[in-house]
């Protein structure tokens, strides 16, 4: 193992199996897509800061785009319920503000560094709030901001939103999609359940019935489009059989894509759901969770889709194809790409460097709010709010569990740029998740196993556990955080 710089975290067997124990019998959160450190870790900046100043920007690396034009939604329920995604009550002029805010943002970037003018763009997604509550007119400005500041040809480009918000003025966000100029274009639907009665309990009774959903894959399909949904299981006080039959649907229907995400709540949440004595009580245990995650896995499987990452699975026929869901892949891979975002809440993580001489790689955060945003583009003509630097041992946290999404780690490809096995230099850890039947070693790769695919968030944050402690003790030590 390459020599570290400072002091390596070290914490003994029994400790890290105790640590794992914990992180397994709390409910799984599947927080992957936030990537190592969460967003808790990022330390403030002050204002007007430029993450990107005096950074050497690698023209070598493929970029991916993440723009959140806003942060609004609009259920009945405050946060549908469950939700703990900083989501606010929409408005119309202040969301309009925030689109343009982002778009200026876009422009604003390029001009201050050029250099990312000339870098490959694999993907492009839309998301945050409900993204497909943006008016016509502010999408298209957002295209156009894009296009004329980087080469999009070669990008996928997808649109999230609610379903029935994409049949809104006559399909004019699929016809602005569909005239944008990039490889491919998809659709990202949030269904959730196609029980109209928990649809209704979770306040998304409006935002589109099976029909509606029906109508919006079929437009997408006429206009060359692939299309996804999003599924929740383990809902409350329901079976497995309620699961399933929400997939049956989900596959029926055509969807190319379906996503399935354990639905989490606890006391401890800030959703209107955590205040309901009877749906908290109603929860699965933790064997119930995983069973239910079985026998969804197992049923798309039998239906022709492939697992490409741990929530998405896609149809064999078209996962084998350049019409594959590129976006989500591409970030779980800090070895070759970059991350940049724009908008409310958008993280961007870049890497520079060459592995054998000195690799740096910084993470940062927008303001979280669109008034917050707003108020930031507006005073500073930045909206960066907090960041993360990351030391040696951070980087390998990084790649080591952005690659579990991926439902593998394999051992080769972390030693072509740490230099060093990752089996090696967590040993303690990867003993411990064998023996818990999470991983398989097949040699230099570690496969995720079903049950591990459940739990990736207790092996990515047993990972990382010893690195944070060490992080708070430097603070209580009066240190510094070494944190960025």
Same mark, same amino acid.
Request: aromatic residues 8%; negative net charge; glycine residues 8%.
């Given at each position: 193992?390459?020599? +570290?710089?400072?002091? @390596?975290?070290?914490?003994?067997?029994? =400790? &890290?199996? #105790? %640590?794992?124990?914990? !992180?397994?019998?709390?409910?799984?959160?599947?927080?992957?897509?936030?990537?190592?450190?969460?967003?808790?870790?990022?330390?403030?900046?002050?204002?007007?800061?430029?993450?990107?100043?005096?950074?050497?920007?690698?023209?070598?690396?493929?970029?991916?785009?993440?723009?959140?034009?806003?942060?609004?939604?609009?259920?009945?329920?405050?946060?549908?319920?469950?939700?703990?995604?900083?989501?606010?009550?929409?408005?119309?002029?202040?969301?309009?503000?925030?689109?343009?805010?982002?778009?200026?943002?876009?422009?604003?970037?390029?001009?201050?560094?050029?250099?990312?003018?000339?870098?490959?763009?694999?993907?492009?997604?839309?998301?945050?709030?409900?993204?497909?509550?943006?008016?016509?007119?502010?999408?298209?400005?957002?295209?156009? +901001?894009?296009?004329? @500041?980087?080469?999009?040809?070669?990008? =996928? &480009?997808? #649109? %999230?939103?609610?379903? !029935?918000?994409?049949?809104?003025?006559?399909?004019?966000?699929?016809?602005?999609?569909?005239?944008?100029?990039?490889?491919?274009?998809?659709?990202?639907?949030?269904?959730?359940?196609?029980?109209?009665?928990?649809?209704?309990?979770?306040?998304?009774?409006?935002?589109?019935?099976?029909?509606?959903?029906?109508?919006?894959?079929?437009?997408?399909?006429?206009?060359?489009?692939?299309?996804?949904?999003?599924?929740?299981?383990?809902?409350?006080?329901?079976?497995?059989?309620?699961?399933?039959?929400?997939?049956?649907?989900?596959?029926?229907?055509?969807?190319?894509?379906?996503?399935?995400?354990?639905?989490?709540?606890?006391?401890?949440?800030?959703?209107?759901?955590?205040?309901?004595?009877?749906?908290?009580?109603?929860?699965?245990?933790?064997?119930?969770?995983?069973?239910?995650?079985?026998?969804?896995?197992?049923? #798309?499987?039998?239906?022709?889709?492939?697992?490409?990452?741990?929530?998405?699975?896609?149809?064999?026929?078209?996962?084998?194809?350049?019409?594959?869901?590129?976006?989500?892949?591409?970030?779980?891979?800090?070895?070759?790409?970059?991350?940049?975002?724009?908008?409310?809440?958008?993280?961007?993580?870049?890497?520079?460097?060459?592995?054998?001489?000195?690799?740096?790689?910084?993470?940062?955060?927008?303001?979280?709010?669109?008034?917050?945003?707003?108020?930031?583009?507006?005073?500073?003509?930045?909206?960066?709010?907090?960041?993360?630097?990351?030391?040696?041992?951070?980087?390998?946290?990084?790649?080591?569990?952005?690659?579990?999404?991926?439902?593998?780690?394999?051992?080769?490809?972390?030693?072509?740029?740490?230099?060093?096995?990752?089996?090696?230099?967590?040993?303690?850890?990867?003993?411990?998740?064998?023996?818990?039947?999470?991983?398989?070693?097949?040699?230099?790769?570690?496969?995720?196993?079903?049950?591990?695919?459940?739990?990736?968030?207790?092996?990515?944050?047993?990972?990382?556990?010893?690195?944070?402690?060490?992080?708070?003790?430097?603070?209580?030590?009066?240190?510094?955080?070494?944190?960025?």
């Amino acid at each position: 193992m390459s020599p +570290a710089p400072f002091p @390596s975290p070290e914490m003994s067997r029994e =400790e &890290l199996s #105790l %640590e794992l124990r914990r !992180r397994m019998s709390r409910p799984q959160r599947h927080r992957l897509l936030q990537g190592y450190p969460m967003a808790p870790v990022l330390e403030e900046v002050e204002p007007a800061h430029d993450p990107l100043h005096e950074f050497e920007v690698d023209p070598s690396r493929s970029l991916i785009i993440g723009v959140l034009p806003h942060t609004y939604c609009n259920p009945k329920v405050k946060g549908c319920g469950f939700c703990t995604f900083p989501h606010e009550k929409l408005a119309n002029t202040p969301m309009r503000r925030t689109v343009e805010q982002v778009a200026i943002e876009i422009e604003r970037t390029v001009r201050r560094h050029p250099s990312l003018r000339a870098r490959t763009i694999d993907a492009v997604y839309f998301g945050g709030g409900t993204a497909n509550l943006t008016p016509p007119d502010g999408f298209e400005r957002l295209l156009e +901001a894009l296009g004329t @500041s980087f080469d999009l040809r070669g990008a =996928e &480009l997808t #649109l %999230e939103g609610v379903p !029935r918000y994409f049949l809104l003025h006559d399909e004019a966000l699929l016809d602005l999609l569909a005239g944008a100029g990039v490889r491919h274009r998809r659709l990202s639907m949030g269904v959730q359940t196609f029980d109209p009665g928990w649809l209704k309990r979770m306040g998304r009774d409006a935002f589109g019935d099976e029909g509606d959903i029906r109508r919006v894959i079929e437009a997408a399909h006429r206009r060359g489009f692939t299309i996804s949904a999003d599924l929740l299981f383990n809902l409350p006080g329901t079976s497995v059989q309620h699961a399933l039959e929400d997939v049956r649907k989900a596959v029926a229907l055509g969807l190319d894509q379906v996503c399935v995400y354990n639905l989490v709540l606890t006391q401890k949440l800030p959703t209107v759901w955590a205040r309901n004595v009877g749906l908290l009580d109603a929860m699965p245990t933790g064997d119930q969770a995983v069973g239910t995650w079985l026998a969804v896995r197992d049923l #798309l499987l039998a239906q022709g889709y492939v697992q490409t990452t741990l929530t998405n699975f896609e149809r064999a026929e078209v996962a084998s194809t350049p019409r594959r869901f590129v976006y989500e892949l591409a970030s779980f891979d800090p070895e070759r790409r970059d991350a940049l975002g724009f908008g409310p809440g958008a993280i961007s993580t870049f890497t520079c460097g060459n592995p054998k001489l000195l690799l740096r790689a910084l993470k940062w955060m927008n303001q979280p709010t669109s008034e917050g945003y707003s108020r930031a583009m507006t005073e500073y003509q930045r909206a960066v709010a907090t960041t993360f630097g990351y030391l040696p041992l951070d980087l390998s946290l990084l790649h080591l569990t952005r690659n579990l999404a991926r439902l593998r780690i394999d051992g080769a490809a972390y030693e072509r740029v740490f230099g060093s096995s990752p089996f090696e230099d967590f040993a303690a850890s990867f003993e411990l998740f064998e023996e818990a039947h999470l991983l398989r070693r097949e040699g230099q790769v570690a496969h995720l196993t079903p049950e591990g695919m459940f739990y990736a968030d207790s092996i990515a944050g047993l990972l990382a556990h010893p690195m944070l402690a060490l992080r708070r003790q430097w603070d209580k030590e009066g240190e510094g955080s070494h944190m960025g």
